[in-house]
Structure formats: structure tokens, C-alpha cells
Nanobody, 124 residues
Framework: QVSLVESGGGLVQAGGSLRLSCVASGGTFSDRGMGWFRQAPGKEREFVATITGSGDFTSYGDSVKGRFTIARDNAKNTVYLQMNRLTPEDTTVYYC?????????????????WGQGTQVTVSS
């Protein structure tokens, strides 16, 4: 079973940047496609970004495309989410997740391991 721990959240002004990290332990990290999701209170979990096990392919949600970048370092068992040009609408809890296999997955249903989440707050 994979265990995931996110870090890097915090408070930032609109237009600023943050980089989230997610360290995985257990299992073979490169065998898992990884994803980032976010969820505000009372709202459905929203897909943010995903990356294949090899790191060769990525996909992004429409609301973050062109501003956020997902990357991974398999030697460090870590996946990153670089967030630029942040807006108050990006304020919420961000979760990383490990997919069933190596592919990219947009649906949360394809992920079976989740981190505890990290809060991102963007002030206007």
C-alpha cells in the first residue's frame, strides 16, 4: 500500500506561485500514474493534473491549464505541482493521489491512494 504525504501549501497573494510536493512511500513509485485534485468544502473533488509513471505524458484540468505544471522525480518518489499566476479561485485543499497503474487518469475513481491534503489560500 502506498502512503502519500503532501507539503508546500500556504498563503500567497494573487498572481503569486507555490510548489506542492507529494512524497510516496511503499510500492514502486514509477508503476503509478499520479494525480493532483482539489476540493473545496461542499463541492465535488476537481481534477487538476495527472502524469504517467514514466513522466512522459501529462494532462490538466481546464481551469489550471497554462498556469500549473505537474512533474515527478522517480528517484525521490516525489510528484510536484508548480502553481503560477494563482487566483483566489484556486483557494482550497489540494490532494495528491496514486493511480491504479502507470497511465494518466482524469477520474478520481482510478486512484486508490490519497494523501491527507494541503491547504492553499490565495489572497486578493
Amino acid at each position: 500500500q502506498v502512503s502519500l504525504v503532501e507539503s508546500g501549501g500556504g498563503l500567497v497573494q494573487a498572481g503569486g506561485s507555490l510548489r506542492l510536493s507529494c512524497v510516496a512511500s511503499g510500492g514502486t513509485f514509477s508503476d503509478r500514474g499520479m494525480g493532483w485534485f482539489r476540493q473545496a468544502p461542499g463541492k465535488e473533488r476537481e481534477f487538476v493534473a495527472t502524469i504517467t509513471g514514466s513522466g512522459d505524458f501529462t494532462s490538466y484540468g481546464d481551469s489550471v491549464k497554462g498556469r500549473f505544471t505537474i512533474a515527478r522525480d522517480n528517484a525521490k518518489n516525489t510528484v510536484y505541482l508548480q502553481m503560477n499566476r494563482l487566483t483566489p479561485e484556486d483557494t482550497t485543499v489540494y490532494y495528491c493521489a496514486a493511480g491504479h497503474f502507470r497511465s494518466i487518469y482524469v477520474s478520481a475513481a482510478h486512484y486508490d491512494c490519497w494523501g491527507q491534503g494541503t491547504q492553499v489560500t490565495v489572497s486578493s
